[in-house]
Nanobody
Framework: QVQLVESGGGLVQPGGSLRLSCAASGSISRVNGMGWYRQAPGKQRELVAGITSEGRTNYADSVKGRFTISRDNAKNTVYLQMNSLKPEDTAVYYC???????????????WGQGTQVTVSS
């Protein structure tokens, strides 16, 4: 009853920028925490950045100062602005959200389908 749809991935040169978006839709009552994770080939999925419904943020050390997470609560959308991209940022990026749905009768942890980010010259 809840879907997360990501967009904005692609191929970019080192030092470049990309902006990811993730929109939640469905029978949503309230979206609590939202975040971005990534998974590189042969590695475990890791948290990149998170944001609470009040706007408090946290970042992985590897992206601090380069990435910025933000959200639009009216649109149930979370963004990830990625600057100064490095080859080691190459991964599939997944959106995650904790959602109250169906008039607050259902609480779940939802994932998007993933979007590929490749940083290469």
């Amino acid at each position: 009853q809840v879907q997360l749809v990501e967009s904005g991935g692609g191929l970019v040169q080192p030092g470049g920028s990309l902006r990811l978006s993730c929109a939640a839709s469905g029978s949503i009552s309230r979206v609590n925490g939202m975040g971005w994770y990534r998974q590189a080939p042969g590695k475990q999925r890791e948290l990149v950045a998170g944001i609470t419904s009040e706007g408090r943020t946290n970042y992985a050390d590897s992206v601090k100062g380069r990435f910025t997470i933000s959200r639009d609560n009216a649109k149930n959308t979370v963004y990830l602005q990625m600057n100064s991209l490095k080859p080691e940022d190459t991964a599939v990026y997944y959106c995650n959200a904790d959602v109250w749905a169906l008039r607050y009768t259902d609480y779940g942890d939802y994932w998007g389908q993933g979007t590929q980010v490749t940083v290469s010259s």
